[in-house]
């Protein structure tokens, strides 16, 4: 099965598995090296992860579930040894050999997996959809947040027994501080059929980027804030999962008081802006040329000249504002594909503009 994978599976939050070759004796599989250990160094009492880490975790494990599932792939073996950690709160989920391709045609065992994580219909034999694989990231989101499994026995036969008839514990009452929202999400990851859970890997994803809101210091900007900004703007639309998360980290995000100054008319400048929420006030000589509302982008004159401009306006934050910048080094960092595609975007979006003030001039004669 992994090997089956190899080049398949692109994707910022999935171990890369770079070759296989499998013959009759023997074989090899070249992967990605993520050189952080994995998830299992942080479910115990004394080194648990802060909460707002954790969800980010989570966060993170959605897109690439929800990324393989459109492959036709249910992995079956989420656990946190397979969630690798490459920095921070940025993971890798590994070890698709236990994965069920859906698409395929070659009979596979149902009978896979680690018995603490299994949902109850993989115990029962059933077929197995991305409900199954959320089932077994809510028990790693559970033992990440309380340092316990929720459940535990000392026979295999008791184990599966609670998992298919016990509920557990609410996570707020193994650890102190938990906002009981967390209890309703991992209670209802962790329901006993595929129906109780999230309908899908998209709506779990803006959930727990909610609850993370809740536990975050005052200023701090999640990643999954960020993310969520982008992929809503239709004009970035052809931007894949994986382009959105290198502009996501291409851009120096920040939180602006209202009437804050971003740009001042005359002053030289090649980055341009993204105002993920919030309203912009655009002026050129004491003259209000544009209002730029939460999802649109400006300053991007500079950039698709391709080099250093005065600014022709001044932009000042309108109301409180979140805020990226992204300078020309940045993005050159970006794959080629995600560049072409930012940059088509950024134009369309100048174009609109300009059509609008064409709109605005004919009204006016």
């Known amino acids: 099965n992994e090997a089956s994978l190899a080049g398949k599976l692109r994707?910022?939050?999935?171990?890369a598995i770079l070759d296989a070759v499998v013959e009759e004796n023997s074989g090899y599989i070249a992967m990605e090296i993520v050189t952080g250990g994995d998830l299992a160094q942080f479910v115990k009492p004394g080194s648990l992860l802060p909460v707002e880490d954790v969800l980010q975790i989570g966060f993170k494990c959605c897109g690439a579930l929800d990324y393989?599932?459109?492959?036709?792939?249910?992995?079956?073996?989420?656990?946190?040894?397979?969630?690798?950690?490459?920095?921070?709160?940025?993971?890798?989920?590994?070890?698709?050999?236990?994965?069920?391709?859906?698409?395929?045609?070659?009979?596979?065992?149902?009978?896979?997996?680690?018995?603490?994580?299994?949902?109850?219909?993989?115990?029962?034999?059933?077929?197995?959809?991305?409900?199954?694989?959320?089932?077994?990231?809510?028990?790693?989101?559970?033992?990440?947040?309380t340092g316990k499994r929720p459940f535990i026995a000392d026979?295999?036969?008791g184990l599966v027994k609670k998992i298919l008839q016990e509920n557990p514990a609410p996570p707020s009452s193994l650890r102190k501080g938990l906002p009981k929202d967390i209890d309703l999400a991992m209670l209802r990851l962790l329901g006993k059929k595929a129906e109780h859970r999230f309908t899908n890997w998209g709506e779990l994803a803006v959930e727990l980027s909610r609850l993370g809101a809740l536990v975050l210091p005052p200023g701090a900007i999640p990643d999954s804030e960020k993310f969520v900004a982008l992929k809503r703007v239709p004009m970035?639309?052809?931007?894949?999962?994986?382009?959105?998360?290198?502009?996501?980290?291409?851009?120096?995000?920040?939180?602006?008081?209202?009437?804050?100054?971003?740009?001042k008319e005359g002053e030289p400048g090649q980055s341009f802006f993204f105002a993920a929420k919030g309203e912009v006030k655009i002026v050129r000589q004491n003259r209000l040329l544009n209002m730029v509302n939460a999802g649109e982008f400006f300053g991007e004159m500079s950039y698709i000249w391709g080099g250093e401009l005065p600014r022709?306006?001044?932009?000042?934050?309108?109301?409180?504002l979140l805020l990226a910048e992204f300078e020309p080094a940045a993005v050159a960092q970006?794959?080629?594909?995600?560049?072409?595609?930012?940059v088509k975007s950024l134009a369309r979006n100048v174009i609109a503009r300009l059509a609008r003030a064409n709109e605005r001039l004919a009204n006016v004669r």
Not at 103 to 118: D, E, H, I, L, R
């Open 11 to 15: 994707h910022p939050h999935i171990v």
């Open 68 to 145: 393989a599932f459109a492959q036709g792939i249910v992995h079956r073996d989420i656990k946190p040894a397979n969630i690798m950690i490459v920095k921070g709160t940025d993971v890798k989920i590994a070890d698709f050999g236990a994965a069920f391709l859906r698409k395929a045609q070659a009979v596979q065992t149902a009978a896979m997996g680690s018995p603490f994580y299994m949902s109850p219909e993989q115990i029962e034999g059933k077929e197995l959809t991305l409900h199954s694989d959320m089932y077994s990231l809510g028990v790693v989101l559970y033992e990440l947040l």
């Open 155 to 157: 026979t295999l036969d």
């Open 236 to 263: 970035l639309s052809g931007l894949s999962d994986a382009e959105l998360w290198e502009l996501a980290r291409a851009g120096k995000w920040s939180r602006l008081e209202r009437a804050k100054n971003i740009v």
């Open 312 to 320: 022709h306006a001044t932009a000042d934050a309108m109301t409180d």
């Open 334 to 342: 970006m794959s080629l594909g995600a560049q072409v595609q930012l």
